[in-house]
């Protein structure tokens, strides 16, 4: 399952912190992977995004293996040189024994896990920094993963996130779908939020209301994914309701 976390050089920066929330809510039982794409309508999009393959051959069932395992990293670098000016990483080396993870790249790395939790609106929080430098330490860490962030004169690169996971633990998967089957984005919305949901919270009706708890719009579920027009609400904040699950968004 992978991830546009750069996409048309850095078209939407907030889904950086939108793969973190996701990372947040799945590691370490499943790893969901980010890619960086041009997804270039014109030449002037070209070069922007990069993504590195790791692979020891190059044959189309190693790149499908790589891309199975996360052996990649991706880079945006602004200017489109068509160079690669972006941080290259030459090695990513795990001390199990010190409990160290050291990267040697050209450009200053950030460790991130999860995302700032001072405010309960998802659209204004940020990707945390737990360290900065090369070399990250692992004794005592209590997050599920960490990905390194590394930032040069010339762009950015980001690695898979690293899991963790406790080997004396009963270790099963146990991601909570309850929290998974309704998603809203995006968060502050302007003209249309799109309603995710899987199979067990698909009803046959979407509700909205306003804080007053009006009912201001209903929509037919349409599958997966919704699209709810709201460009005709006033700005405020909204209530959404499918079968016992809510969500809000901010307009």
């Not at 907030?14 to 996701?22: A, E, F, P, T």
């Not at 050209?106 to 430098?133: F, P």
């Amino acid at each position: 399952i992978g991830f546009e976390v750069y996409v048309q050089g850095n078209r939407r920066p907030n889904d950086r912190i939108l793969w973190d929330q996701v990372l947040e809510r799945t590691m370490p039982e499943k790893s969901v992977f980010g890619y960086s794409d041009d997804d270039a309508h014109n030449d002037d999009q070209l070069f922007r995004n990069y993504n590195f393959m790791l692979m020891e051959e190059l044959t189309i069932e190693e790149l499908k293996a790589t891309m199975r395992r996360g052996s990649s990293y991706f880079c945006y670098e602004p200017e489109g040189s068509g160079e690669g000016k972006a941080p290259r990483i030459s090695s990513l080396v795990v001390d199990e024994d010190s409990k160290t993870i050291t990267i040697e790249a050209d450009g200053l790395v950030h460790w991130i896990y999860g995302t700032d939790k001072t405010s309960e609106a998802a659209s204004s929080r940020r990707s945390t920094v737990v360290a900065i430098g090369n070399t990250f330490s692992y004794a005592g860490y209590q997050g599920s993963y960490v990905r390194a962030f590394i930032k040069n004169a010339h762009g950015e690169t980001c690695t898979q996130p690293i899991s963790f996971i406790d080997e004396n633990a009963d270790v099963t998967v146990s991601i909570d779908y309850q929290k998974l089957s309704l998603f809203l984005f995006p968060n502050p919305v302007i003209d249309q939020v799109s309603v995710f949901m899987n199979e067990s919270a698909q009803e046959d009706e979407i509700r909205v209301f306003d804080t007053n708890g009006k009912l201001v719009m209903t929509k037919e579920v349409e599958g997966p994914l919704t699209i709810l027009p709201v460009q005709n609400l006033v700005s405020g904040v909204y209530i959404v309701k499918v079968g016992e699950r809510v969500e809000k968004f901010v307009k």
